[in-house]
């Protein structure tokens, strides 16, 4: 507080003698219009100081101190000038200045302040033009010659001249001193506009303008005979140098600039009057309106570069945010690992698994309180950044931090959302950093994604450390071909295989089950296990199952005779069951072709119907009376699988690869397969086998009652086959 109070009297004193002393320093010049008079000041600076007083201190005290200081400043001068009129003269003068003290508190209020927040703004250009450049120096003037009617006994031309005069010299003062300082306390921390080192071309530029400008005033001599009179003549060109250092100097330097140069163009008009040169009122108007117009004109490109400048510092900051929770994202670990002194030894990747299961209940808002909830309980031993959907990166702040303590503190988090208690499973992967470079930084990500997904598919409880970068080729060719996915699926580079699905004891398949392949631009097959990892993370499945839907109707509306297979399965993921749109939009699809939906059969996962029953069911349920069948993939693998058979309507049960691959050497899987075969029995089901790669496994299978093979030793995956006039077997498939 003692500081505070310090300051506040240094500065009130620093007021007091300006506002003091610059009555002293007049620019004098000999106006046509007073022919018969003596010399005035052109530019009252005083008065161009307390308006901006008035305009940047919402404490009035500082506005006091300046109005006290020029009373006696005035009177100062009385006591010089007329020693025996000091009573006289000071009591004549006495109602104009007080009202002049409201005036300018007026005129500042007009102009929109002060204000407590000390920031010039675009739109106060024209407030501040209209109020410090028109109505002050007219209200001065006519106050003038009000008063100055009443008090001095002037009359007639003599009173309208001096009101002239006053009027100028205000509106001289305003424009030498008003505006800069406005503009310097405002954004004396401001940077140059321009920030970019001087280019060589820039130099050169400039200084040919500054010969040329000097040519023009040594080739052209100024009417005032003053050295420095033809800067006035020439005064849009030096304009233009000026604005040229404007935007190359911080604003603490632009706003003394503006000052100085403004202060020296009047103070030219002046020598040039003093010179012989007359200028009438319309002359100095037209020079001072110039002027102004090139001032402001200034400040208002400063302003707006400023404005800029802070708009994309804020985008900037936005983009390194997600745009619903809040978090920073990926774009802020770029940009804090750059601006780091020393990276950290490790990254790490963490995931919660089936965040969009346990989301789905509670709709968007629950997921960005979660995401926003996990992120403050990560800190502070480590910055976490959001990559979507129950990902995050983490960065530790010390070298110190152990990765599974962390995750055991992960493990223990509770988050509370509309009376629901939800408590996630997370896995950790954790990857070196080399350095802070941006290709380190993406191989250590796509490591540190790749130990996480590791320790999901394996049920880890600790950290799992990355092991494949030695090889950040490699890496770099995996990331390359999972961003060339998302590319090649939203440009619809498609193909379509099958892979049939044959009925025990018919030679002929019946069904296919639909695989998607995505070709490059060079030709090249990426299969599913390339790029379904990414297309997951990024939610892009929805849009594969949708596209191969469509192209799959597309390619049945082309050929509307009979098909190579009786049914062809298209397998739906967990993610576009629970989507609202995908769930409208499916059915729509099938009732637009008639007798499309009796030869499609849809696979799902339990994995895929787990976290979204009350969303899945009545899509499968629609389907189902369409004339689809439903298959239940991978039976066997989940602990509900039982459950799915009692809540959905399954025609089709496909037994896991798990339990086929070994069956013809162990009885244990033989046992598991004949048990699940009466299970889809009771539930009027019938099974298919998948990896049926030899024929003992095919010779088993028979034996233990399976309905259905598929497997290499079946048939391999190939393009879907043009359909043929002979092509139809005479098998039925299951009629649901």
């Not at 040594?218 to 003053?226: L, R």
């Not at 780091?340 to 989301?359: F, N, Q, T, W, Y």
């Not at 931090?401 to 996630?424: G, H, P, T």
Request: net charge neutral; proline share 7%.
């Amino acid at each position: 507080m003692g500081h505070r109070s310090g300051r506040c009297k240094r500065e009130a004193i620093l007021v007091a003698i300006a506002c003091f002393l610059l009555p002293f320093l007049p620019i004098p010049y000999w106006p046509e219009f007073r022919p018969y008079a003596g010399p005035s000041s052109l530019a009252n600076l005083h008065w161009g100081l307390l308006l901006a007083l008035a305009m940047l201190m919402p404490d009035r005290r500082y506005f006091h101190v300046g109005f006290l200081a020029l009373l006696l400043s005035w009177c100062a001068q009385l006591v010089l000038l007329y020693p025996g009129e000091v009573v006289q003269r000071f009591l004549g003068t006495l109602p104009l200045y007080l009202s002049m003290y409201g005036w300018t508190l007026l005129c500042a209020r007009l102009a929109g302040w002060p204000r407590q927040r000390l920031l010039f703004r675009q739109e106060d250009i024209i407030p501040f033009g209209a109020a410090a450049f028109a109505l002050y120096p007219a209200g001065w003037a006519v106050a003038h010659l009000a008063f100055a009617g009443l008090f001095s006994g002037l009359e007639g031309e003599a009173l309208f001249e001096q009101a002239i005069r006053v009027g100028f010299s205000r509106f001289y003062g305003v424009l030498c001193v008003t505006l800069p300082l406005v503009l310097w306390v405002t954004g004396r921390r401001e940077p140059a506009p321009m920030q970019v080192p001087l280019r060589a071309w820039e130099v050169v530029l400039v200084a040919a303008y500054s010969l040329l400008l000097g040519v023009m005033l040594w080739a052209v001599p100024s009417p005032s005979g003053h050295l420095l009179g033809g800067l006035l003549d020439q005064r849009l060109m030096f304009a233009g140098l000026v604005m040229w250092a404007v935007l190359r100097l911080p604003w603490r330097w632009s706003a003394p600039l503006i000052a100085c140069v403004t202060t020296l163009l009047v103070y030219l008009v002046g020598a040039g009057t003093r010179s012989g040169l007359r200028t009438d009122a319309l002359q100095l108007l037209q020079i001072g309106l110039e002027m102004s117009m090139a001032q402001q004109l200034m400040v208002l490109t400063l302003v707006i570069s400023r404005d800029n400048r802070r708009a994309m510092a804020r985008l900037a900051e936005e983009g390194r945010r997600d745009g619903l929770s809040g978090v920073p994202n990926l774009n802020a670990l770029r940009h804090d690992l750059a601006r780091r002194d020393s990276p950290p030894a490790e990254i790490a990747c963490l995931g919660v698994e089936h965040l969009d299961s346990l989301m789905a209940g509670l709709g968007l808002p629950a997921q960005e309180a979660l995401t926003a909830a996990l992120y403050r309980h990560l800190g502070p031993d480590v910055q976490a950044y959001t990559l979507g959907m129950g990902r995050f990166v983490l960065v530790p702040d010390t070298d110190q931090v152990s990765w599974k303590a962390l995750l055991a503190r992960v493990e223990q988090f509770e988050f509370r959302y509309d009376n629901v208690c939800v408590r996630i499973e997370p896995h950790l992967g954790v990857a070196m950093l080399r350095d802070a470079s941006p290709q380190a930084v993406e191989l250590a990500l796509h490591a540190a994604y790749g130990a996480m997904q590791c320790a999901r598919d394996r049920g880890e409880t600790a950290p799992v450390f990355a092991q494949g970068q030695s090889d950040p080729v490699a890496l770099r060719a995996l990331l390359e071909t999972h961003s060339l996915a998302l590319s090649l699926l939203r440009r619809r580079r498609i193909e379509l295989h099958v892979q049939p699905i044959r009925r025990l004891g018919e030679a002929v398949p019946a069904m296919g089950e639909i695989l998607c392949r995505l070709r490059d631009d060079d030709g090249r097959l990426l299969l599913p296990h390339e790029y379904m990892a990414e297309l997951e993370a990024s939610r892009g499945v929805v849009e594969l199952d949708r596209a191969v839907i469509e192209h799959l109707l597309k390619w049945m509306r082309a050929h509307p005779g009979p098909l190579p297979y009786r049914r062809l399965a298209v397998n739906l993921t967990g993610r576009s069951l629970i989507s609202e749109q995908f769930r409208n939009w499916l059915p729509y699809q099938l009732d637009a072709l008639p007798g499309c939906a009796s030869r499609l059969c849809f696979e799902v996962t339990e994995r895929a119907v787990s976290g979204g029953m009350a969303q899945a069911r009545p899509l499968l349920e629609g389907l189902s009376r369409r004339g689809c069948l439903i298959a239940l993939d991978d039976f066997g693998t989940g602990m509900q699988s039982f459950e799915r058979l009692q809540q959905l309507p399954i025609d089709l049960i496909k037994i896991d690869g798990s339990f086929i691959r070994n069956i013809a050497r162990n009885p244990r899987d033989r046992d598991l397969v004949r048990a699940m075969v009466a299970i889809a029995r009771a539930y009027q089901a019938e099974t298919v086998a998948e990896y049926v790669e030899d024929e003992a496994i095919l010779a088993e299978l028979g034996g233990l009652g399976v309905d259905w093979v598929q497997g290499y030793h079946i048939g391999r995956p190939g393009p879907l086959p043009r359909p043929g006039p002979a092509a139809a077997p005479a098998e039925e498939t299951p009629a649901g």
